[in-house]
């Protein structure tokens, strides 16, 4: 039964060989297409999210500095709190080392390391140059954030051996003319001044941090503040995977007690710009299939007209509706099929190809990925518009009437 | 007496493109095994007649009884299964899948009935293809063929499912007289042999005398 209704369809695509290339072609371009921009935005994503996590952890843990409190509530309308400020000393972490312990017995959490900020002077004869002082255990700094993969002189081996070791920034470098081996002196916010020497110089392609940051070992950077080692304003902590960051991240601020902020908050504006790139071309490249569809639609509409007589007659031989549906369904489905296989053949040539050519400089290789999410996503969604595309002709067609057809 | 086709006062109207009443009244009997035939001058309605004997016209008002059941008020879908099983419809143009070889033509109904082996289907398109003399032109596609060959294979098809009552509309249309004789001799031979019932629309007089009886139509109404 349902054998004679796919060979009645294998005929007509046999017959109308031309017709199903065209419609195939439809297909195979939305398909090609779709699946290739896809992975180009995916490309995209992978990387503009690697090089967010080389200066920020998936989870960052802080003492939000408050606007000071009055103790006692006011209760005659009289503000008991004169001219509010931030308090600086509420910006460290209690007990830090027993903290890091905790996460690090936590689930999902791969990496946990603390971190002190501070704001800087590089004093260099006459000129002066605020930068962001990082102290990070170097080691643990490395795993995290892949410190070397962006150096260009130097090592982060000499940071760990050396105390008063700096990296870095390539602007502050250019502009202060420092090179490896310099010495730089440095001067605190606490006005303690101490002398690095410069052992790593890096390259993130990210002006405001080339320009503005160094890396110096946590210990130092505590000294500058004349501060004990007890002393840590932020726990980096890294998860096993980055994409569930903004889940565990509220349950480490409750488990801590502190600020637990994860990177797709701390970066909002540059998530807000792959979120639009992601709508535009999800919106693009899903017109486009549908655009295909339209082509096979309007092509089994004219078969579907060209076979009016063929249908009037197998439904006056007793085919029901959902045979003639059948029919014209299955001839979709066929012609659906040879695109999207077609079709994911061009797009793995086309991402194959693409990932082979050399763009440079930061970018390297053009950021294009293989994404097997994004192909079963384009071959199911091929499948279901060419299924619809075939679905409305074949009802219109099932909807003959073999009587008004005959007395024509 | 068993009956294989009955009609109780049935009356058709077109709308288009005036109200106008094609059939009056029209209440009749076939029984089984009986080779009937209708006659009546152009445009008297035997077409429009036969098609909702056929169950493929539902717009009427009226009984339609076929091998006792009533027809009349059943779903598209049951009528396409009775028409599938039980009637066998030759159609007053040859109506035949084009794109499709002759024995394709005359096997499609019964690989739709899906009650036999392609096999024992083929073979029997075959038998059927070769008393109307068609055989060798059984791979042909249909639309390598004449009209008169054409129709004998659609005659070859409204006989593939053994059906109970096989319908046509001017059946011999197109056909000289030797080929006319075949297909009456088949007709008859099928009808007393094999108790099938005919009903054939026919302007042919020598066709319908030689039939079991013939029913003339004038205006819409049954005269005889
Ligand atoms: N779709 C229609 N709309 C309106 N009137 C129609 C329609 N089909 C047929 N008629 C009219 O109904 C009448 C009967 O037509 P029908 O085709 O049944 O005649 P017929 O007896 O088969 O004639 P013929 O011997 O020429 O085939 C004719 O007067 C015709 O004009
Ligand atoms: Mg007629």
């Not at chain 1, 371009?29 to 200066?55: E, Q, W």
């Not at chain 1, 900020?117 to 255990?137: E, H, T, Y």
């Not at chain 2, 019932?197 to 049954?222: C, P, Q, W, Y």
Request: aromatic fraction near 8%; hydrophobic fraction near 45%; charged fraction near 20%.
């Amino acid at each position: 039964m349902s054998g004679i209704n796919s060979e009645i369809a294998f005929t007509y695509i046999n017959t109308n060989r031309k017709l199903t290339a065209v419609a195939a072609m439809g297909i195979l371009l939305g398909m090609a297409v779709y699946i290739f921009m896809n992975s180009m935005m995916a490309g995209f994503g992978k990387m503009s999210d690697d090089s967010i996590f080389k200066v920020s952890p998936h989870i960052r843990i802080f003492n939000e500095q408050k606007i000071s409190q009055p103790i006692a509530t006011d209760t005659h309308g009289l503000s008991l709190l004169v001219n509010p400020k931030i308090r600086n000393t509420q910006n460290t972490i209690l007990n830090p080392n027993r903290l890091m312990d905790l996460l690090k017995r936590q689930k999902n959490v791969s990496i946990v390391t603390p971190q002190v900020s501070q704001n800087v002077f590089f004093n260099m004869g006459m000129s002066q140059l605020s930068v962001r002082a990082v102290g990070i255990v170097p080691i643990e700094a490395e795993q995290m954030f892949s410190i070397s993969e962006s150096m260009v002189e130097g090592k982060m081996e000499n940071l760990k051996h050396n105390l008063n070791g700096i990296v870095i920034g390539s602007g502050i470098s250019e502009k202060l003319s420092l090179k490896i081996g310099d010495n730089i002196s440095v001067l605190s916010s606490k006005s303690v001044s101490r002398i690095f020497k410069v052992v790593g110089i890096f390259q993130l392609n990210n002006k405001k941090e080339d320009d503005s940051k160094a890396y110096i070992n946590l210990m130092a950077a505590q000294q500058l503040l004349k501060e004990n080692n007890a002393y840590i304003t932020d726990i980096n902590v890294n998860t096993t995977d980055a994409y569930q960051a903004k889940y565990i991240a509220p349950q480490l601020a409750a488990l801590a007690g502190y600020k637990a902020e994860d990177w797709e908050t701390a970066n909002e504006t540059l998530m807000a710009a792959s979120k639009m790139r992601k709508i535009i071309i999800t919106f693009v490249s899903t017109t486009i299939l549908i655009i295909a569809g339209f082509g096979i639609y309007n092509i089994l509409n004219m078969t579907v007209s060209q076979k009016i007589n063929d249908i009037a007659i197998l439904k006056a031989m007793g085919f029901e509706g959902r045979d003639v549906i059948r029919i014209f369904v299955t001839q979709a489905l066929v012609i659906g099929m040879i695109g999207v296989v077609l079709g994911v053949l061009v797009a793995l040539l086309m991402v194959n190809l693409l990932q082979k050519v050399y763009i440079g400089g930061d970018i390297g290789y053009f950021p294009i990925h293989f994404e097997p999410l994004k192909f079963v996503q384009g071959i199911v969604f091929g499948l279901v518009i060419t299924f619809l595309a075939g679905f409305i002709p074949a009802r219109k067609a099932a909807k003959v009437d073999p009587v008004s057809i005959f007395r024509k | 007496m068993e009956t294989a086709l009955k009609t109780e006062n049935i009356e058709k109207y077109f709308y288009d493109p005036v109200r106008f009443q094609v059939l009056h009244h029209v209440g009749f009997e076939v029984r089984k095994g009986e080779f009937l035939t209708m006659a009546g001058k152009s445009g008297c309605g035997k077409s429009t007649l036969l098609y909702i004997l056929s169950t493929m016209d539902t717009d009427y008002s009226g009984k339609l009884y076929i091998d006792d059941q009533l027809a009349t008020g059943k779903t598209l879908d049951e009528l396409a299964r009775i028409r599938n099983e039980k009637i066998g419809f030759v159609f007053q143009f040859h109506y035949l899948l084009q794109e499709f070889s002759c024995l394709k033509n005359v096997m499609i109904p019964a690989l739709r009935l899906g009650k036999r082996s392609v096999e024992e289907i083929e073979h029997k398109a075959y038998q059927k293809l070769e008393m109307l003399g068609m055989k060798e032109q059984a791979l042909k596609p249909a639309n390598k063929l004449s009209g008169g060959q054409q129709q004998r294979v659609a005659i070859a098809r409204a006989l593939i499912n053994d059906p109970l009552i096989i319908m046509g509309d001017e059946p011999t249309g197109n056909l000289d007289s030797k080929n006319t004789q075949i297909v009456f001799d088949i007709f008859q031979e099928l009808a007393r042999t094999n108790n099938q019932t005919i009903v054939a629309v026919t302007h042919d007089n020598d066709f319908a005398k030689k039939s079991d009886r013939t029913i003339e139509m004038l205006d819409g109404r049954i005269i005889n």
